[in-house]
C-alpha cells in the first residue's frame, strides 16, 4: 500500500465513476482499476461494489473511507503549514457558492485576495445553498457561501453579507409610482415569489404569513422571476442581486417593514474537515477586509 494507491481510493469513493475519476486524476482506467484491486487484495475485503455504470462504497469501504479522509487531509494540513511557516500561503481552495454572489461580490473579493496571495488558486462551483452546504460537510468544497441551511449540525455560518428583499413590478404597474412600501400593503395585488422549499423561499412564506399576505411560490431564482414579471403585470418579493440588472422595464421598491438582514448570506466551513491553512488565510481575510452587514 502507498500514498498513490490512498490518493486513487478517495478520488474514486468521491466521484464513483472509474472513468470520470480517473480523468481527474489524469491516469488511465487500467492503471486506476489495478491499483484498486491492488488495494483490495492487500486489505482483503471488497471496497467498491457496482451500481448500474457507477460504482459505490461497500460497508468496508466505507469505514476505509473516513479513515483515508482523515489521514489524508492531516497530511495535507501539515503541508498547508510548513509552506506557511516559510512565509508563503499557496494552495488549492475549493468553493461552493449560490450563483447570485458571482457577479460582483466574491469576485471581488478573489482578486484582492490575489493581489496579496498570489500563490493561491481558487477552484469555484456555482450551486444552490442547499447543495452548497452538502457540498461542503461532504468535503467536496473547502468553503461556501449561501444562505442559512437547517440541520446541518456539523457547518459553521458566519455571516458574510446580505441581500435585501424588494418588490419588482413593470414600470407600467400601479405600484411603480411608488418608492417605498409595505407588505401590508400588498394584500390586494397578485404577488409571486421563490419556490418555498428553498431556504429563500421558506423565510418569505413566514415573513407573508405574519402580515397575512398570500402568494404564489413558484420560482427558483430572481432571473425567472424578473423574467415573468416583466412580461406581466404581477408584482414580485425577490433579493436584489445583479441578476435584475439585465431587465430594464422593472421598477424597484423598497420594503420598509422588513429587516434588510432578512436575507443573510453566510461563509460555510464544516468542523468534521481540516481545513488547510491556505483556506483558514483566505477564510480570516474575508472577515477581516469583505464584510458587508447592514448597519
Do not use: W
Amino acid at each position: 500500500m502507498n500514498l498513490q494507491q490512498l490518493y486513487y481510493f478517495r478520488k474514486l469513493a468521491e466521484v464513483q465513476h472509474y472513468t470520470e475519476a480517473a480523468k481527474s486524476l489524469y491516469i488511465t482506467q487500467p492503471s486506476l482499476s489495478d491499483s484498486i484491486a491492488s488495494l483490495e487484495k492487500e486489505l482483503s475485503v471488497t471496497l467498491f461494489q457496482k451500481k448500474g455504470r457507477n460504482v459505490q462504497l461497500t460497508k468496508c469501504g466505507e469505514e476505509f473511507y473516513q479513515y483515508v479522509s482523515q489521514a489524508l487531509g492531516i497530511l495535507e494540513h501539515g503541508i498547508a503549514v510548513i509552506k506557511d511557516r516559510s512565509g508563503s500561503i499557496n494552495g488549492t481552495i475549493d468553493i461552493g457558492c449560490i450563483p447570485t454572489l458571482l457577479g460582483d461580490f466574491l469576485p471581488n473579493a478573489l482578486d484582492l485576495y490575489r493581489e496579496r496571495n498570489p500563490g493561491t488558486t481558487f477552484n469555484v462551483f456555482h450551486e444552490m445553498s442547499i447543495s452548497v452546504a452538502e457540498g461542503v460537510s461532504a468535503g467536496t468544497f473547502d468553503l461556501g457561501f449561501c444562505s442559512m441551511v437547517e440541520k446541518k449540525d456539523d457547518l459553521v455560518f458566519i455571516p458574510i453579507t446580505y441581500q435585501e428583499l424588494i418588490i419588482i413590478v413593470q414600470k407600467e404597474h400601479p405600484l411603480a409610482c411608488k418608492d417605498s412600501i409595505q407588505l401590508s400593503d400588498l394584500k390586494d395585488y397578485t404577488l409571486t415569489t421563490y419556490r418555498d422549499t428553498i431556504p429563500i423561499g421558506k423565510t418569505i412564506r413566514v415573513l407573508l404569513k405574519e402580515k397575512g399576505v398570500d402568494a404564489a411560490y413558484s420560482y427558483d431564482d430572481e432571473i425567472s422571476i424578473a423574467g415573468r414579471i416583466s412580461k406581466s403585470g404581477r408584482a414580485a418579493i425577490v433579493a436584489d442581486t445583479p441578476f435584475l440588472k439585465q431587465f430594464d422595464n422593472l421598477k424597484k421598491i423598497r420594503l420598509t417593514d422588513v429587516p434588510k438582514d432578512t436575507r443573510m448570506i453566510y461563509m460555510v466551513y464544516s468542523k468534521k474537515n481540516f481545513i488547510t491553512s491556505a483556506v483558514e488565510a483566505f477564510a480570516n481575510f474575508m472577515v477581516a477586509n469583505c464584510l458587508n452587514l447592514p448597519q
